[in-house]
C-alpha cells in the first residue's frame, strides 16, 4: 500500500506562492519509481474534483491544466521520494483540497483523470484570502 504524507497547506494572502510537499514511500515504491506517474488534484466546496497538474516519476515530463499553466508547476525529488506542486500568485479561486495521488501502472503516467489513479493522499486544505 503506497501512503502520503503532504504538507504546506495553510491561508495565503491572494498574490503570494506556496508549494505543497507530499512524500511518498510504502508498496512498490520506490523499488519500481519508475513505473509511477504523480498527480495533484484539488476539490474546491460544491465542485467536483480537478485535475492540477501530473508527472513521470523520475523523468520530469510533465502536464499542468491548461488554466493553471504559468502559476502552477509539479516537480519530484527522487531521493527524497517526494513530489511538490509549486503555485505562485495565488487566487481566491485555487482555495481548495490539495491531494496528491499515485498511478503505478506504467500507463497514462500523465493522465488527468482521477479514475487512473490508484493511490490517494489525505489532501491539505489551501485558503486564499483576498
Known amino acids: 500500500q503506497v501512503r502520503f504524507v503532504e504538507y504546506g497547506g495553510g491561508l495565503v494572502q491572494a498574490g503570494e506562492s506556496l508549494s505543497l510537499s507530499c512524500v511518498v514511500s510504502?508498496?512498490?515504491?520506490?523499488?519500481?519509481?519508475?513505473?509511477?506517474?504523480m498527480a495533484w488534484f484539488r476539490q474546491a466546496p460544491g465542485r467536483e474534483r480537478e485535475f492540477v497538474a501530473a508527472?513521470?516519476?523520475?523523468?520530469?515530463?510533465?502536464a499542468v491544466a491548461d488554466p493553471l499553466k504559468g502559476r502552477f508547476t509539479i516537480a519530484t525529488h527522487t531521493i527524497e521520494n517526494a513530489v511538490y506542486l509549486h503555485i505562485y500568485n495565488l487566487k481566491p479561486d485555487d482555495t481548495a483540497v490539495y491531494s496528491c495521488?499515485?498511478?503505478?501502472?506504467?500507463?497514462?503516467?500523465?493522465?488527468?483523470?482521477?479514475?487512473?489513479?490508484?493511490?490517494w493522499g489525505q489532501g491539505t486544505q489551501v485558503t486564499v484570502l483576498s
Open positions: 510504502g508498496g512498490t515504491f520506490p523499488n519500481d519509481a519508475s513505473n509511477y506517474g
Open positions: 495521488a499515485a498511478n503505478p501502472r506504467d500507463w497514462k503516467l500523465l493522465s488527468k483523470s482521477p479514475a487512473d489513479y490508484t493511490y
Open positions: 508527472i513521470k516519476w523520475g523523468k520530469g515530463e510533465t
